[in-house]
């Protein structure tokens, strides 16, 4: 199947910056859109952001001009910079991918998410 591992959270200060990432791995023909989704304790889980395999991205008001998100497709990875960050900001952060898999003969399309990464921006 297919799994997607983030990596890059933590605690940081408010106007501090982290960058995520999130790697895709196992039968994957192609990936389409991937994006970034959180969810604060007590909430429902939101967009961050997306971005398409060509490139078009998309944003959340509350992140504008101050995350980025970014992929690179040879590593069926993608990345979220995360600057000027906010107490508000702090929530479980996931990684989401449009994939289309092969496997025995057979392209399938699915949606799969990463475990969550923890980030805390507090003082």
């Known amino acids: 199947q297919v799994q997607l591992v983030e990596s890059g959270g933590g605690l940081v200060q408010p106007g501090g910056s982290l960058r995520l990432s999130c790697a895709a791995s196992?039968?994957?023909?192609?990936?389409?859109?991937m994006g970034w989704y959180r969810q604060a304790p007590g909430k429902q889980r939101e967009l961050v952001a997306t971005i398409t395999s060509g490139g078009r991205t998309k944003y959340a008001d509350s992140g504008k001009g101050r995350f980025s998100i970014s992929r690179d497709n040879a590593k069926n990875t993608v990345y979220l910079q995360m600057n000027s960050l906010r107490p508000e900001d702090t929530a479980v952060y996931y990684c989401?991918?449009?994939?289309?898999?092969?496997?025995?003969?057979?392209?399938?399309?699915?949606?799969?998410w990463g475990q969550g990464t923890q980030v805390t921006v507090s003082s």
């Open positions: 989401n991918a449009d994939v289309i898999g092969f496997r025995d003969g057979f392209y399938r399309r699915n949606d799969y």
């Open positions: 196992g039968s994957i023909f192609s990936i389409n859109d």
